[in-house]
């Protein structure tokens, strides 16, 4: 590791530190997203591309296998597993509509689609809350660089002021864990 990416992380994390006020409200916000839509009985649905799949899919874990405690499991899906789904919409459909298909399927008004992006320019994701707004689903983004196309497509964003991408997956993970915790406390579960 080099000590330049160093100093880019703690840029980013010095970025942060500063607007804390701002972001913990943006946070806060997703948070209570989470609350409503599981209280609902609707479901968390999470999608990424890259390493960013890789956090949908581990914080859909964290929702329904278990975060820091044993509890009840939490109705949450992520979009990036089913291998011969995500295969089969590339191919016929284009792999701009893998996600956006499900969406069509799957979610329902009283559900929230959460997606993860660092540059928040990925087609897929902007089909997903395109097809969202469509169906009347609610809406809310991980994302850095600025934020993109995608942020003005979701209800909610949160973006982290950072331009490389392993130090904004490092951020949107510490905060997705702390929202986990967020959700436990408010449902009663913590």
Known sequence: ???????????????????????????????QSYVRTLRGGGTLFFAGNGGSAADAQHLATEYVVRYARNRRPLAAVALTTDTSLLLAAGNDLGFDHVFARQVEALCRPGDLLVLHSTSGASPNLLRAAEAARAKGVATAAFLGKGGGALAGLVDQSFIVAADETSHIQEIHLAVEHLLVEVVEQELGLA
């Not at 010095?14 to 806060?28: N, W």
């Open 1 to 31: 590791m080099s000590d330049a990416h160093i100093a880019a992380g703690l840029r980013a994390l010095a970025r942060l530190a500063e607007a804390t006020t701002a972001l913990a409200g943006e946070a806060q916000a997703i948070a």
